[in-house]
Nanobody, 129 residues
């Protein structure tokens, strides 16, 4: 069974930066595409960013493009989300998720949360004005 654990959340002022980390264990990390999603109370879960199994492809929500960067280190079984120029609207619980990548690329749905197989519990990110 895959286990995901996020870290790096916290409270930051608008304009500041945070780097989230997600550790992966239980199976072969390089067999999974990884994504970051966020959610605030009363709102639906929102796609933030995703990365292919080898790091060769990255995907971003329009709202974070140019400010956030997703990366992964298959040797360390970890995926990261560097968040710069943070805004109060970025306040949310951020969760990482893993999707099995042992299928044709066209069958990997990077943007769709319900396609991911495993989820971490999340880490709170709060951005003050």
């Amino acid at each position: 069974q895959v286990q995901l654990t996020e870290s790096g959340g916290g409270l930051v002022q608008a304009g500041g930066s945070l780097r989230l980390s997600c550790s992966f264990s239980g199976r072969t990390f390089s067999n999974y595409a990884m994504g970051w999603f966020r959610q605030t109370p009363g709102k639906e879960r929102e796609f933030v960013a995703a990365i292919s199994w080898d790091g060769g492809k990255t995907f971003y929500a329009d709202s974070v493009k140019g400010r956030f960067t997703i990366s992964r280190d298959n040797a360390r079984n970890a995926v990261y989300l560097q968040m710069n120029s943070l805004r109060p609207g970025d306040t949310a619980v951020y969760s990482c998720a893993a999707q099995w990548a042992g299928v044709p690329e066209s069958a990997i749905y990077y943007y769709e949360g319900n396609r991911y197989d495993f989820w971490g519990p999340g880490t709170q990110v709060s951005v003050s004005a």
